[in-house]
């Protein structure tokens, strides 16, 4: 999709909707400032049915296509095996402890997964006016993900879009409106509050999963946000942002001045936690039989100090 929206116009936006100095100049968690105690023990409150869904992807799926930053499929080893065992190999120097030993190589955002707040810049500034520069082949001096291991838990809601407008999948390049999620939410009687964690499902992934075809998942024509859903995300105040897809907002973007500059300004600007990739079939539909679109939600990142994001298996209890 293209449209009129020009560089000038997201750089106004991001400084419309800034979160910049909110909570301190130190500040380095973003909207996570908006959950508190309290709502983490409302949440605990929605466990009703003991049921939880994992929205981890397979790590087996190979959804990087080589169209984004060289990123690659996660490479699973195996370094000790029954076969081995089997074959006494492994029975010098220690006799007697046979066991299975294995590996994982992968990019920190080659499948489900949280991008930190130094994920995007800003021409050359981070979140909360931190420079650019403060991350290096050392890692992030600030803003790593390190600093939300602790804090990614909550009430958690799914916007299910796509079973909403009556498809399986959202055709690629359909762009969410602020008035698609608050129309979603309406039809599903759950309101969205300050501190969410706000899941969008647009059944891109299942589509492909169906198909057994991942071509263009990774940085190719997908549905999602539209830019103007930066405003909804600033009023709504939420936690996080998630989304069923590679990059969260809609491809082809709304501009040709800019390369995904829905994230431009969510995540330098607002300083929003950005979730992306989640698997959504089970808890979409188990949400659909039960009418209930809410629940606790835990998804913390790994603790890698200077990470840009981090792979993650998130958890929905009902």
């Keep these: 999709m293209k449209t009129g929206l020009t560089r000038q116009d997201i750089l106004d936006a991001a400084k419309k909707i800034s979160n910049w100095g909110r909570w301190d100049d130190d500040d380095q968690i973003g909207t996570l400032n908006n959950v508190t105690s309290a709502d983490i023990v409302g949440a605990a409150g929605l466990v009703r049915k003991g049921k939880v869904f994992s929205l981890g992807l397979s790590l087996k799926e190979p959804i990087q296509s080589g169209l984004f930053g060289g990123r690659w499929n996660p490479i699973h080893t195996m370094l000790a095996t029954g076969t081995d065992a089997a074959a006494g190999t492994q029975d010098e120097p220690f006799p007697y402890l046979r066991y299975a030993d294995d590996a994982i190589n992968m990019p920190c955002q080659a499948s489900t997964q949280w991008d930190a707040l130094c994920h995007v810049f800003l021409d050359d500034k981070m979140y909360n006016g931190y420079e650019a520069r403060l991350v290096d082949v050392k890692g992030a001096k600030k803003l790593g993900i390190e600093h939300v291991r602790d804090k990614m838990v909550g009430r958690g809601v799914l916007l299910d879009v796509a079973r909403f407008k009556g498809v399986p999948s959202l055709d690629d390049g ?5 008035a698609d999620l608050d129309s979603c939410a309406a039809a599903q009687g759950v309101e969205i509050r300050k501190g969410d964690f706000v899941i969008l499902r647009t059944g891109h992934q299942e589509r492909c999963i169906a198909a057994g075809d991942w071509t263009g998942y990774a940085g190719g024509p997908a549905p999602g946000f539209a830019f103007e859903t930066c405003f909804w995300l600033k009023n709504k105040d939420i936690a996080a942002i ?20 829905w994230h431009w300004v969510v995540i330098p600007s607002i300083g929003i936690s950005m979730g992306e990739i989640f698997y959504l079939k089970e808890l979409a539909e188990d949400c659909a039989a039960d009418r209930v679109y809410e629940f606790f ?20 209890i009902k």
């Design 174 to 178: 359909y762009a969410v409106t602020c």
């Design 297 to 316: 939600f835990s998804a913390p990142p790994l603790h890698l100090p200077g990470g840009a994001g981090s792979p993650i298996n998130p958890q929905a």
């Design 242 to 261: 998630c989304s069923d897809t590679w990059g969260c907002e809609v491809r082809p973007n709304e501009t040709s001045e800019a390369n995904q500059p």
